[in-house]
């Protein structure tokens, strides 16, 4: 596997760490009735694990097109 890959399957589980985090955050935010508050976290941990989520999936893709 070339470091390329690599890197990717760690953006990518970067990624997904972040989603649960946002998850996680939200649900406890919910539980206190703050429910703005909580989306706010469930919508910024999902883009920001989105996004590297999908930017690792690449570069995964570009490693091992190699």
Do not use: I, P, Q, Y
Not at 9 to 37: F, I, P, Q, T, Y
């Amino acid at each position: 596997m070339s470091r390329l890959a690599l890197l990717g399957k760690v953006l990518e589980g970067l990624g997904l760490v972040l989603v649960l985090v946002g998850v996680l955050l939200s649900m406890r935010l919910g539980l206190e009735d703050e429910s703005l508050a909580s989306m706010e976290f469930e919508l910024k941990g999902l883009l920001a694990g989105g996004a590297l989520f999908v930017l690792g999936w690449a570069l995964e893709r570009a490693g091992r097109s190699r």
